[in-house]
């Protein structure tokens, strides 16, 4: 892609400030809002509001506290006024045409809402027929599949390591078959992830609809593979790379001539995504993706109105709201322009965008909160203007959902276009400065990174080297360091730790039984397979060019072969490129693993880290601190022992220090069982006094105990409470991962 490309925000020339007044004046003038005139108010200048902030910040730097960096390398300003950012403002813009910014429909939902696609993922091919069934019967709009690991990868059941894994398990026609009796896909679309190719689950899913007399030409929405993606998420693909391009041009050419409703590339960011990626990154290097396919599909000749018909993305949306809109609008913009690059009649640069929550953004600790996650990422998915989207059930990262957690995630779609009338605007962020602003800053630097993916000789070349793999971990490394010192906030894991939290049930499914039953099925199957007929067509399969090729599958499935047959028989050259792959992380995982280790000691020893509170002073005076420094503590779901502070007899002045040390040394029971750290908790006013005059007297009562000073301490003073005997500070500074972990260490949990 060449680096002049022109990606701009609006085609329209900057507006004077005179242009400015004549627009809102006439805006006014057509509105039916009555006349309120509000010459009693005088409108602050900038200076005036920073003024009335740096009063409220009470000497804290404005420039530090008021301004907000984010992970994408773009600062969110305090206040986005509109005659800073009227110049970027779309007005000769219009949703459905032009470089798509502001919509890729000219409608926007108003006639046709998102498609609500709930994906379906029940082990057994029966029930998942069902739960489709079901999820349509209260609101869905689309019947998506989600398949197991080894569907996707092509080997039978009986071979199958962990059947049900991800998703239903198909080896048979038969099996396909019953997972869409009853299903109306001529007036439904379809959708299902295929892996490295799609011929394969598409020539199955044909051969069933045959099977049950329905036209095929009616099939319409997404059977897509994504091979590149494939090889990011496992570092290298069952089949060349080569290959698999002839099977999507193949496929390609198939649909248009069969079923031109089906998409059958499916360009996913999911794998970037859950490797910890940035917005910038997520989308560049999905494009870099996508580009790859577009050329490749184009040295096969095909020309760029079907490829561009057969391509679908899916987006990861995370939990930064403005700046997720900002990203989907930025992406509709750049795809646009990519595609003008090769050649696109403007009806063909439209992109079709498939969304779903961040499963990264997801926490296994305090689940229910991943509702309100949900709902967040939802709606700036719906205002960044996706064209489907799956909402995941809560409990995505423990189990398979259940009909409490399918129902809530199903029924934010439903809130959001019944109740929350989101079908009405069209291009709800459009003209938000703060939005625009943003859509305009993430543009830019979702273009730069995606340069540096193509100087790099493109996405294959830029994954051999590995620089997209360590930016992605540099990313990663950055998040988790954050949620260490508390800058980043998970709630429920490393801030505000729910102590009463009983933990889901993750009802494991007996892989075992499940597994003798769809044996079982499959070789009741076979036990009616013309042997020598399959063989014929699993010959015709391996004969097979790949324009023919969903065509000679869906005879070998409709004669009886299994999926591992076909696959076998289709298979060509072995995949040759390796690169390292990214793992699946969630950004709270470390946390987790932590509160595991913890509450594996407490199952076998019936121990704990406990904490004592040498609080000083009455209530007021000690109680921010010893709040602070119980939910610092609890994160790691450690014992914290609470008291309402220790304060002096009338006739013995600090006599409070003697009491804290008593009741330290006195132990957590009757026995005497010592404390394993205490925390000194007052204010920073009382510290110069108290803790050089206590902190000794609580180490000779506890001397193998870590001591604690809670509050950040003033420089000046630092020294001295480490003299006295402070070994370590708790406060908004502190690494709170490290300092639970080191806990565990001393009390013998970990090693």
Not at 46 to 67: H, I, Q, R, S, T
Not at 98 to 104: A, E, I, K, M, V
Not at 288 to 305: P, T, W
Not at 503 to 520: F, H
Request: proline share 4%.
């Amino acid at each position: 892609m060449a680096e002049e490309t022109n990606i701009e925000q609006s085609k329209s020339k900057p507006m004077t400030d005179k242009e400015l007044e004549e627009l809102l004046r006439k805006s006014e003038q057509n509105a039916s809002y009555p006349d309120v005139p509000f010459d009693e108010f005088t409108v602050p200048t900038p200076e005036e509001w920073v003024a009335a902030c740096n009063e409220l910040l009470k000497g804290k730097p404005f420039d530090k506290m008021m301004y907000t960096k984010n992970y994408e390398g773009i600062t969110f300003d305090p206040i986005y006024t509109l005659r800073k950012w009227k110049d970027i403002l779309p007005t000769d813009d219009y949703p459905g045409m032009g470089d798509y910014l502001r919509g890729s429909t000219v409608n926007g939902y108003v006639h046709e809402p998102w498609g609500i696609a709930q994906a379906c993922d029940l082990t057994e091919p029966q029930e998942n027929n069902e739960l489709l069934k079901f999820e349509i019967s209260k609101g869905s709009t689309v019947y998506h599949v989600r398949v197991d690991s080894a569907t996707l990868g092509g080997i039978d059941v009986k071979d199958a390591e962990k059947p049900g894994d991800k998703g239903v398990s198909l080896t048979t026609l038969e099996d396909m078959h019953t997972m869409l009796d009853g299903l109306d896909l001529e007036k439904l679309p379809y959708m299902l992830y295929t892996g490295e190719g799609s011929a394969r689950l598409l020539a199955m899913t044909v051969a069933a609809l045959k099977a049950a007399g329905k036209k095929i030409e009616k099939l319409h929405g997404i059977i897509g593979a994504d091979p590149i993606g494939e090889l990011v998420k496992n570092g290298k693909t069952a089949e060349s790379l080569d290959a698999l391009y002839d099977q999507m041009a193949g496929v390609i050419k198939w649909a248009k001539k069969n079923a031109p409703g089906l998409r059958t590339i499916l360009v996913r960011s999911t794998v970037f995504s859950l490797g910890g990626a940035e917005s910038v990154q997520e989308v560049a290097y999905t494009y870099a993706v996508a580009v790859e396919y577009v050329r490749q599909m184009m040295k096969r000749g095909l020309d760029i109105h079907d490829i561009s018909q057969a391509i679908a993305f899916e987006f990861n949306q995370g939990a930064n709201f403005f700046m997720e809109i900002a990203k989907l609008r930025a992406a509709r913009q750049i795809w646009a322009n990519i595609m003008k690059e090769f050649g696109a009649e403007e009806a063909d640069r439209a992109s079709f965008v498939h969304g779903r929550p961040a499963s990264f953004t997801k926490t296994v600790i305090d689940p229910y909160v991943n509702m309100l996650r949900n709902c967040t990422q939802s709606f700036s998915s719906v205002v960044g203007g996706v064209n489907t989207f799956e909402n995941e059930p809560f409990d995505e990262l423990i189990r398979k959902g259940d009909t409490f957690s399918r129902r809530i995630a199903r029924n934010i779609h439903i809130m959001l276009q019944e109740e929350f009338g989101m079908q009405a605007p069209i291009d709800q962020a459009g003209g938000s400065w703060a939005v625009e602003a943003l859509t305009k800053q993430i543009t830019e630097k979702i273009w730069a990174k995606f340069q540096e993916v193509e100087a790099a000789g493109g996405v294959i070349a830029a994954l051999k080297d590995g620089s997209i793999q360590k930016g992605i971990a540099d990313v990663l490394a950055a998040r988790f360091k954050a949620l260490e010192l508390r800058k980043d906030r998970a709630v429920g894991v490393n801030m505000y730790p729910n102590m009463t939290e009983e933990p889901l049930d993750p009802r494991p499914e007996n892989t075992e039984e499940i597994k003798k039953i769809l044996v079982a099925a499959v070789e009741k199957y076979e036990a009616d397979v013309d042997a020598k007929e399959a063989e014929a067509k699993l010959a015709a399969v391996k004969a097979a060019a790949a324009d023919v090729l969903v065509d000679a599958e869906a005879e070998a499935f409709a004669a009886g072969a299994t999926i591992g047959q076909v696959a076998k028989a289709a298979a060509k050259a072995e995949g040759e490129v390796t690169v390292e792959a990214i793992a699946e992380h969630h950004w709270t995982e470390k946390f987790e693993a932590l509160r595991r280790d913890t509450e594996a000691y407490i199952a076998k020893t019936g121990k704990n880290v406990e904490v004592f509170l040498a609080n000083m002073g009455p209530i007021p005076q000690h109680k921010a601190r010893a709040d602070f420094s119980t939910s610092f503590l609890q994160v790691g779901e450690f014992n914290v022992h609470l008291n309402n502070g220790f304060q002096d007899d009338e006739d013995k002045p600090n006599s409070r220090w003697e009491k804290a040390a008593a009741a330290l040394k006195a132990g957590i029971d009757e026995a005497g069982t010592p404390y394993d750290c205490a925390v000194i908790c007052s204010t920073d006013a009382t510290y110069p006094e108290d803790v050089p005059g206590m902190a000794p007297l609580l180490k000779a009562a506890n001397p193998t105990m870590k001591l604690f000073l809670a509050g950040a301490p003033a420089k000046d003073m630092k020294q001295t409470y480490l003299d006295a005997g402070v070994d370590d500070f708790i406060s908004v500074s502190a690494n709170c991962f490290d300092i639970l972990k080191d806990l565990q260490k001393r009390k013998g949990m970990i090693e």
